[in-house]
């Protein structure tokens, strides 16, 4: 038996059916096409998989499918869509040395958009720990917070702008 789905991806309705026991991460990778995702762990450990549901930083790997039903999830692919560049959170990361082999930095940039969102000029420790579910195999956390707040720094120039 499969359940019937009907959310919003990126800002765009979108319909699935998925397995009662199916994982967001399948959905979004496998059945929908959006590899921006990615699986590390597997376990809920490493934050690589991070997408954004109804606001709120999630393991897709550990997430239910069937409960995006009604919500509004986000991936890294919504953050920059075709013809309009990278979002001013992706281009700190890009500007700030933040990214190296990149395996961590869709779950790294969705984590840090899910703050700002919610507080767009935070202090370090918060970035910190905000980011804290997110590892990065390359080492690369000072590059990482100082990505983040030259991000807050630029958002809040530009009035409020919303974090992409
Ligand atoms: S792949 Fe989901 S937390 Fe590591
Ligand atoms: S840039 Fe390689 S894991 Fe973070």
Known sequence: MK??????LNGHPTTAEVHPGARLIDLLRDTLGLTGTKEGCGEGECGACTVL???????????????????EVVTIEGLAEPGQGLSILQQAFVEGGAIQCGFCSP?????????????PDPEEG???????????????????????????????????????
């Open 3 to 8: 359940i019937p789905l009907d959310f919003q």
């Open 53 to 71: 549901v109804d606001g709120r930083p999630v393991n897709s790997c550990l997430f239910p499918a069937p409960e995006v039903d009604g919500s």
């Open 107 to 119: 779950g790294m940039i969705l984590a840090a958009k899910a703050l700002l969102d919610r507080n």
């Open 126 to 164: 918060e970035i910190r720990r905000a980011l804290a579910g997110n590892l990065c195999r390359c080492t690369g956390y000072v590059q990482i917070v100082g990505a983040v707040r030259a991000a807050s720094r630029k958002l809040r120039a530009s009035a409020g702008e919303e974090v992409r």
